[in-house]
């Protein structure tokens, strides 16, 4: 759960995006062929940081909150933030 501000901070994945890219992409200089993507500098690093309640490791780079515990409390895990109210919800683990 992450809020609009957010989005452009979420980790990439390391193969592109087969329907977006094309052989402009490639001619621009956009995207080298060949180019080896996980040996780039800002990897995703899967256990690098660690939830503020539960203390498992979290799947983005920079979040607060793992994804359960952000659901839980209707925040962006990122930064936080209150996205939604959760009060009238039938949560199971609250």
Known sequence: MVCKKC????SKV???DPFTSSSDSIRS???KI?????????????????C?????????NSAKYC???AYK???????GKAIIDTS???MSSK
């Open 7 to 10: 989005e452009k901070k979420l």
């Open 14 to 16: 390391a193969a592109p």
């Open 29 to 31: 200089g956009s995207r």
């Open 34 to 50: 060949g180019e080896n993507k996980l040996a780039k500098k800002g990897r995703f690093s899967p256990y690098q940081g660690k």
């Open 52 to 60: 503020k309640d539960c203390k498992q490791p979290t799947t983005q």
């Open 67 to 69: 994804h359960g515990c």
């Open 73 to 79: 409390k209707g925040a962006c895990s990122i930064c």
């Open 88 to 90: 009238g919800y039938v």
